[in-house]
T-cell receptor
Framework: EAQVTQNPRYLITVTGKKLTVTCSQN?????MSWYRQDPGLGLRQIYY???????DKGDVPEGYKVSRKEKRNFPLILESPSPNQTSLYFC??????????????FGNGTRLTVT | RKEVEQDPGPFNVPEGATVAFNCTYS??????FFWYRQDCRKEPKLLMS???SGNEDGRFTAQLNRASQYISLLIRDSKLSDSATYLC???????????FGSGTRLQVQP
């Protein structure tokens, strides 16, 4: 089954404790992206990757890191989480960006709470 | 001004009603337009792309008005299962990202 898999689904952590949210897709997609969703602000892009070893900042990259060593995986790293990073996070992928025949496929989300 | 703006709603409509949402975008160079649907606490899913000439998929019709820089979504014969948040999504020329509106919440009531 074609899918984007994120783990974990729920995570509660403390300020400053490094964490990684994993994202994997099995559709051989080139484009992958991370979003955070907060009430009233909608989905905001954190980082994206156009292909292996090609990553770039989105609109809200501060406090996050990513890597794209393999096509299928795009982990999101919070080196020193802070309470303002409490949010719902989505990973997404598509064959090509913005092509009408290549929609974004989303993972089922990671709800992160930083205390 | 937000790049993509939507009325947050909620729109409360009875089953069988016709409801329409608008979405405005600020960049006249925007090139691709989409409507996504998001159920509560779930991931967004593509509902339909929006073509310049307008397009229909069953009970759903999408329209694009480039002159006024807005897109619309019309839902006919609303079903309870249409209750969700509808996200307007725009891609700008040369920008390697899709910009999401904050969403319009629809609640269809029996």
């Amino acid at each position: 089954e074609a899918q984007v898999t994120q783990n974990p689904r729920y995570l509660i952590t403390v300020t400053g404790k490094k964490l990684t949210v994993t994202c994997s897709q099995n559709m051989n997609h080139e484009y992958m992206s991370w979003y955070r969703q907060d009430p009233g602000l909608g989905l905001r892009q954190i980082y994206y990757s156009m292909n292996v070893e090609v990553t770039d900042k989105g609109d809200v990259p501060e406090g996050y890191k990513v890597s794209r060593k393999e096509k299928r995986n795009f982990p999101l790293i919070l080196e020193s989480p802070s309470p303002n990073q409490t949010s719902l996070y989505f990973c997404a992928s598509s064959l090509f960006l913005g092509d009408r025949n290549s929609p974004l496929h989303f993972g089922n989300g990671t709800r992160l709470t930083v205390t | 001004r937000k790049e993509v703006e939507q009325d947050p709603g909620p729109f409360n409509v009875p089953e069988g009603a016709t409801v329409a949402f608008n979405c405005t975008y600020s960049n006249s160079a925007s090139q691709s337009f989409f409507w996504y649907r998001q159920d509560c606490r779930k991931e967004p899913k593509l509902l339909m792309s929006v073509y310049s000439s307008g397009n229909e998929d069953g009970r759903f019709t999408a329209q694009l008005n480039r002159a006024s820089q807005y897109i619309s979504l019309l839902i006919r014969d609303s079903k309870l299962s249409d209750s969700a948040t509808y996200l307007c999504v725009v891609r700008d020329t040369g920008r390697r990202a899709l910009t999401f509106g904050s969403g319009t919440r629809l609640q269809v009531q029996p």
